[in-house]
């Protein structure tokens, strides 16, 4: 005898992020990743831009509408035409497309420009300190602080200069050992100095790409005191007006976000946080994916701009 339950199974809901992976290498050599060891050799395998197209266009039939289209890599500005024809066929449909890219490839007005026009609805730099020795020594290469930073400010001078306020311009932290507890001058350097609508916050995983057992820098640089953090993170919400992370836990809305406290397990040991990730649960579950598996990080988004 059939249950009305087990006639009525409500529909799945539809998947809320589709990653399109542009490439498999990279021109910097960060300490926790290993995305520059690829060399794109399996090239010939990838899906092809055509196919993509077609892919894009399922997803928004799929997600109606609703769904993001996340371009990564490596650095997938390596391979602008690709990144372009992604960016612009979402574009077409009318689906957000959102990307992080180390800035490298954005170092000239005409290129900001580009990004802003017919680039990603929701563009992130990565920074993983506001002292260039760090970010450059994490990154491995001289001047990649430079060219970050260089990049978001082009960004928000080109997004002022062509009236295209609804690009939301962000960085993205990487949070490890050396930097937590210097938080307060990398949000001011962020939101004030630099001007960007928002931090994000990435706790350091097991690099990225990893293939062999070792993974040096993530045994040397994930150890943070969770107390300490959670004093750090919480003056910054004051003294930035943050406002996502005391109030979203009395919000409905937010009993399944990103930022709920209650996720975030203080006492776990390591991975010192768990958090909930917004991108890889809402995609393991529900998306497919071209070419790769998904990135597998956990982020902690604080915003002074609402969402
Ligand atoms: C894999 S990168 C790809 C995009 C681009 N190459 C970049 O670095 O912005 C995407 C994001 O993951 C972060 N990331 C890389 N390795 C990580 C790790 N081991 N733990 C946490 N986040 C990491 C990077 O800092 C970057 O913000
Ligand atoms: S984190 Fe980004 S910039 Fe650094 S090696 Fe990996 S893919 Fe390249």
Not at 277 to 297: G, H, I, L, Q, R
């Amino acid at each position: 005898m059939f249950q009305p339950s087990q006639l009525f199974t409500p529909k799945p809901p539809p998947p809320r992020f589709l990653f399109v992976t542009v490439n498999r290498r990279c021109n910097l050599r960060c300490q926790h990743c290993q995305f520059w060891t690829r060399d794109d050799a399996d090239h010939d395998t990838y899906i092809l831009p055509s196919r993509t197209g077609e892919l894009l266009h399922e997803y928004q039939q799929l997600s109606r509408g609703q769904g993001s289209v996340v371009i990564c890599g490596g650095e997938s500005m390596l391979d602008p035409e690709v990144y372009f024809g992604v960016s612009e066929t979402c574009r077409r449909l009318d689906l957000k497309s959102i990307s992080v890219v180390n800035g490298t490839q954005i170092q000239s007005p005409e290129m900001a420009e580009r990004m802003i026009l017919s680039g990603p609805d929701e563009i992130s730099i990565s920074l993983n300190s506001h002292r260039q020795e760090l970010h450059d020594e994490t990154r491995g290469k001289p001047g990649a602080f430079h060219q970050a930073t260089q990049a978001i400010r082009l960004l928000i001078e080109a997004r002022t200069r062509l009236q295209r306020p609804s690009t939301r311009i962000y960085v993205m932290g990487l949070i490890f050992d050396q930097n937590y507890q210097e938080l307060d001058a990398f949000y001011h350097f962020v939101l004030n100095t630099l001007g960007a609508d928002k931090l994000k916050l990435n706790f350091l995983q097991p690099s990225f790409g990893q293939r062999g057992e070792v993974d040096p820098f993530y045994a040397k640089h994930c150890h943070v005191d969770p107390d300490e953090l959670r004093k750090v993170i919480d003056h910054c919400d004051q003294k930035y007006a943050l406002g996502s992370i005391p109030n979203c836990a009395t919000k409905p809305s937010c009993i399944s976000a990103p930022c709920n406290p209650a996720r975030i397990n203080t006492k776990a040991g390591v991975p010192a946080f768990k958090l909930q990730n917004t991108s890889a649960t809402a995609t393991n579950a529900t998306s497919w994916w071209m070419n790769t598996e998904p990135p597998d990080f956990v982020s902690l988004t604080v915003s002074r701009v609402p969402p």
